[in-house]
C-alpha cells in the first residue's frame, strides 16, 4: 500500500523561479511588452487534508508550502488542490495525480498552473515525484502567464515533506 508522504505540485510547484532570463518582446495582438523568464527553483509541500481513501482513484489531496525561488519573482508560498486520476500496481506502483497550483509571491501576484504528475512509492518507504505543469493566467504583474514547467523531487519516509525541483520558463 502506498504511504503517503506528502504531494509534490504545483506548481505547481510546480513552479519556481530561480533563474531569470527576461526577453522583452512586443505582443502581435495587444502591443504589450512579453517577458519571458528562465525557471528554477524548489518548493517544499506538506498535505493539509485529504478526502476519500488515499491513493484510491478518485481521492482527493491538499498541500501547502513554501517556494524558495529567485528573480523575478522572489519567494512565496504554494497551494495546491489534487485528484487521484489511476493507480497502476503492476510491475510497480505508480499513481497518477492530476489537479490545480497557485504560486503566490511575497512581491505581489500569484501565477495558476495546472500539474500532472506521477508518484512512485519506493522499497524504503519513501516516494519520488515527475511531473509537468502549464501556467494558466496569474493576477498582478503575472496576469495572462503563459509556459510550462517540469518537475522531480522525492518525500523521504519520515519527514512528512515533499520537496520539488522545478524548471521550465513563463511568459507575461
Known amino acids: 500500500m502506498l504511504r503517503r508522504s506528502s504531494p509534490p505540485l504545483a506548481l505547481l510547484g510546480i513552479l519556481v523561479v530561480a533563474g ?3 526577453s522583452g518582446v512586443a505582443d502581435g495582438k495587444t502591443g504589450k511588452k512579453v517577458h519571458k523568464h528562465a525557471l528554477k527553483g524548489t518548493v517544499e509541500l506538506g498535505t493539509i487534508k485529504t478526502t476519500g481513501q488515499f491513493p484510491a482513484v478518485g481521492s482527493t489531496i491538499q498541500d501547502a508550502g513554501i517556494v524558495s525561488a529567485g528573480r523575478p519573482f522572489g ?10 486520476k489511476s493507480l497502476t500496481t503492476t510491475p510497480s506502483t ?3 495525480v492530476a489537479g490545480t497550483a497557485i504560486l503566490y509571491f511575497k512581491s505581489g501576484g500569484s501565477l495558476n498552473s495546472k500539474v500532472t504528475f506521477n508518484a512512485m512509492p519506493q522499497a524504503d518507504g519513501s516516494t519520488t515525484y515527475s511531473g509537468s505543469g502549464t501556467f494558466t493566467g ?3 504583474p503575472y496576469k495572462g502567464a503563459t509556459g510550462r514547467a517540469t518537475f522531480t523531487g522525492s518525500a523521504p519516509s519520515n519527514t512528512g515533506i515533499t520537496t520539488l525541483n522545478v524548471k521550465g520558463s513563463v511568459s507575461y
Open 20 to 22: 531569470f532570463a527576461a
Open 75 to 84: 519567494s512565496g508560498a504554494e497551494t495546491d488542490s489534487l485528484k487521484v
Open 94 to 96: 505508480v499513481v497518477a
Open 138 to 140: 496569474g493576477t498582478g
